[in-house]
């Protein structure tokens, strides 16, 4: 039987590890709000496959010493090698590269808003491409909400004409649509360490991007700002490596489905960056569509609506 001391003890444990997780949450919403922000810095003077291809390319050094640092060992198998180079064209070279010329268009705080549609394509394919996760009633509301809020994203003046603007808003819904593409086809990866696979998409990202970038780009001309150097620092070391690294530990002890948070935190962060250090400014449209965005993946994640119907039949018990 437990003293009231142990109660005690148990329930200070119980709370420091909510605010681990919440603290982990709101640093790695941060990290991939500021890859946002670094991409906005860098397409000032730099091209979009050179932008992707330094990301990826330093990004998998690192965690290639992060993995033997750890003791892990990367495997030798060209199945899983080609697997770990279809997750990485998923995973980082559609995404990255739709994003990046994207934000050449438009700004990087409505970008972030609508990559924070990921988790509605995310369950329409799971739906059709798996037997676990079918529509539910309240999973179909947030999707037909969330497009409403896309709807209102791209903005009523789209219906005259595509302009540019158009086109790099479709860019990023692209990266969302492949980005849930990679969340379906990375369940066949669960016998690996997340890290392992995380290094191996990104060395098959670097390889695949490596002539792209070197055939369209020709980076040897190019003379970008220190500015932008740093940018791409930060985009691949704070932005990719790091982040990685703490989507995995929030993974462990917190649950996939509580990595969905990270996605309301994002666009905050990086709308704060954008209005602070590129002088951006959103229209009262990109507002409206991210209240809705936000309400339909509420309306997915079906939890904070649990909650309210199991307080709402305790107090109707009470009464």
Request: charged share 10%; with cysteine.
């Amino acid at each position: 039987m437990k003293t009231q001391k142990n109660i005690r003890e148990s329930a200070t444990v119980n709370q420091i590890m909510g605010f681990q997780e919440w603290g982990l949450i709101i640093i790695l919403s941060i990290l991939w709000g500021g890859s946002f922000f670094f991409v906005g810095v860098a397409v000032q003077d730099m091209p979009p496959l050179t932008i992707v291809l330094c990301r990826v390319a330093l990004a998998s050094i690192l965690l290639l010493a992060a993995v033997y640092l750890k003791g892990d060992r990367m495997p030798s198998s060209l199945a899983l090698w080609g697997g770990f180079i279809v997750m990485g064209a998923l995973n980082n070279l559609i995404p990255f590269s739709l994003i990046v010329w994207g934000q050449t268009h438009i700004e990087s705080g409505l970008a972030s808003i609508l990559n924070g549609t990921t988790p509605i394509f995310s369950v329409i394919l799971a739906h059709f491409l798996t037997k676990e996760e079918r529509l539910t009633t309240n999973r179909m509301s947030g999707v037909l909400i969330g497009w409403v809020g896309v709807a209102v994203l791209i903005g009523f003046n789209s219906l005259r004409g595509f302009g540019i603007e158009v086109y790099g808003q479709i860019a990023v819904l692209g990266a969302a649509l492949s980005y849930a593409c990679a969340a379906i086809y990375g369940r066949r990866f669960k016998g690996l360490s997340p890290l392992v696979v995380a290094t191996g998409m990104l060395c098959g990202s670097t390889i695949m991007m490596t002539p792209m970038a070197l055939f369209v780009d020709q980076p040897w001309n190019l003379s970008p700002s220190i500015y932008s150097m740093a940018a791409l620092f930060g985009l691949a070391a704070i932005s990719t490596s790091l982040a990685y690294i703490i989507y995995f530990r929030v993974l462990s002890i917190a649950g996939p489905t509580n990595l969905l948070l990270v996605t309301f935190l994002i666009p905050l962060s990086a709308i704060l960056l954008g209005v602070m250090f590129l002088g951006e400014r959103l229209e009262w449209n990109a507002f409206v569509g991210m209240g809705l965005v936000f309400t339909g993946l509420i309306a997915i994640d079906g939890r904070l609506l649990d909650r309210f119907q199991r307080k709402e039949k305790v107090w109707y018990y009470e009464i």
